[in-house]
């Protein structure tokens, strides 16, 4: 009887020298006595009445409730919107970007006055050589140009391509860069094997910068290696004036290169590439293999077309590295390795892509596709198969059409990136007429027309995009902390103090309490 009163007594006084068996509660009511979160005093109060703590414990448990959703809400919005794209805090100089690389294709991809692919594809002809050849050029006309052929082709292909296309000299009359006249244009432009054949190409990163080891590609190599540039860093401040890839020095004409076109019109082949002819060009990033017949611009022939390039630039601030490449929804050079190309960014990827499900739906690649091994490449017996390949890519973004699992390609943007937008016009150019003025011979040039195109920068500062951190850590725990504290009054202290009570506490009270027995059990 004398220790129940000394334990009622040090209750009332709110002391617990020591616990008696199963007295949980009085542990309990010790900690709702002094906590700091608001309204848990009230649940331990002796001599209240019940409906008073029930009370209490509903209002306490509804402000959990819209704490927990308003938490929720908060880390739904960390996780899904984590990333800003906003202006850049300056603008970027003209001469901090490489110039756009320019590759220019021709019409023709079979010269009439070589092989005749019209008259070969109407004839009866049973020649094989003939029919192979003919079957070869199909590879390279528009979809709808279909001849039987075998299903899968070698190096002569190729090299007969090569024979029949236009060369340099009949397709690069003339051209100029930074205000100065090339004497020999073929030691800046470099001829290359695109999805449109034979093309020649203006500032792209050499084959052996642009594509690995060991990856057979038809693309010839020009020398021209990648001197002070980087395409996640740009140019270092080391970098020298005259640098490869080329930049241009200020804007408007005379910072760009100016470009001679010419065709025989003997040449020309209307079966093949339908009634539209002259040139194809596109302006495209250096560090990326041009996709032709994706997007391009038009160079008819006795124009002269005008492309004002507007670069759009993206770069990405070092702090988004932390969040998943999904989050921010692009990658850092070493985030996505390519099997291909040395460089990631999203038109190689998808080029990478669609090389990998061509071989996967036709056993097979097309000419200017990259491959490694013995990969064959697709012959015209093939090209209906190519043509449905591509097709179901495009469509299993949208929808799964077969089994392929298009998230292997998952080709989000390069974090740090290059758009090259153009504005063009176009005007008449009297070709012939300039010739004759200079004196030369008209004569010589008689079955020949010719465009002209000049290619430069519109402004010397663009104004750059860049992604930042919209939500960050910082800002999630200070979203949660203000909602802790308006619905609960709870800090992070509040926390402790809880884990405190449910152990070293807890813990102090039974070891005083065992103690306290073996004394009394003594006296």
């Known amino acids: 009887m004398k220790i129940k009163g000394k334990e009622r007594a040090l209750e009332k006084k709110g002391h617990l020298d020591y616990i008696p068996p199963g007295s949980v509660k009085l542990h309990f009511q010790e900690y709702c006595r002094i906590s700091t979160i608001h309204g848990v005093r009230y649940f331990g109060e002796d001599n209240r009445p019940l409906l008073e703590r029930i009370s209490w414990v509903f209002f306490f448990l509804v402000c959990m409730v819209c704490n927990a959703y308003l938490i929720q809400q908060a880390w739904q919005k960390w996780t ?39 008259e070969a594809l109407l004839s009866n002809e049973t020649d094989e050589l003939i029919n192979k050849q ?14 039987d052929g ?9 090299d007969f391509l090569m024979e029949v296309a236009p060369p340099f000299l009949d397709t690069i009359f003339l051209c100029k860069w930074n205000n100065t006249i090339s004497e020999n244009c073929s030691d800046i432009f470099t001829r290359i094997f695109t999805d449109e054949g034979i093309c020649y190409s203006f500032n792209m990163l050499d084959k052996q910068d642009l594509f690995r080891d060991n990856v057979i590609t038809y693309s010839e190599s020009d020398n021209l290696r990648v001197q002070g540039w980087s395409q996640d860093e740009g140019y270092t401040p080391e970098a020298q004036l005259k640098t490869y890839p080329n930049r241009a020095l200020y804007s408007g ?31 495209h990033n250096p560090a990326e293999f ?21 670069p759009s630039i993206m770069t990405t601030s070092k702090n988004l590295r932390s969040y998943s490449p ?78 392929y699992d298009i998230t292997e390609c998952d080709c989000l943007p390069a ?46 500062q663009f104004t750059t995009s860049r992604r930042n951190e919209l939500y960050g850590i910082v800002d999630f725990l200070a979203n949660c902390g203000g909602l802790l504290g308006l619905f609960c009054g709870v800090s992070i202290l509040s926390f402790v103090e809880l884990l405190y009570y449910a152990t070293l506490r807890l813990w102090g009270n039974l070891r005083a309490f065992k103690k306290a027995k073996k004394k009394n059990e003594e006296v």
């Open 80 to 118: 899904d919107s984590p990333v800003i794209v906003a202006f850049a805090e300056t603008t970027t100089p003209v001469w901090n970007i490489p110039f756009p690389a320019v590759t220019i294709c021709s019409e023709v991809k079979s010269r009439s006055t070589v092989f005749n692919f019209s």
């Open 134 to 147: 003919k079957g070869d050029v199909s590879l390279l006309c528009d979809d709808h140009v279909l001849c």
């Open 150 to 158: 075998e299903e899968y082709t070698d190096e002569s292909t190729i």
């Open 253 to 283: 004409t005379a910072g760009g290169v100016f470009i001679v076109l010419k065709a025989n019109r003997n040449d020309a082949d209307y079966y093949c590439k339908g009634p539209v002819q002259g040139f194809k060009m596109l302006l």
């Open 290 to 310: 041009p996709m032709i017949s994706e997007r391009y611009l038009r160079v008819p022939l006795g124009q002269e077309v005008i492309a004002v390039v507007q």
């Open 326 to 403: 999904q989050q921010r929804r692009c990658y850092f050079p070493s985030e996505r390795y390519l099997t291909f190309f040395k460089i990631y960014n999203q038109p190689n990827c998808e080029l990478e892509c669609l090389t990998n499900y061509t071989l996967s739906q036709c056993g097979c690649v097309a000419l200017h596709m990259p491959r490694k091994g013995d990969t064959k490449n697709c012959g015209p017996g093939k090209k209906q198969c190519m043509i449905k390949a591509a097709h179901n890519l495009r469509l299993s973004r949208i929808v799964s059409t077969d089994k």
């Open 415 to 460: 974090c740090t990136s290059t758009v090259y937008n153009a504005e063009s016009s176009q005007a008449d150019y009297e070709f012939l007429s300039v010739v004759s003025v200079y004196g030369d011979n008209v004569t010589e040039y008689a079955e020949y027309e010719a465009s002209r195109t000049s290619i430069f920068f519109k402004d010397v």
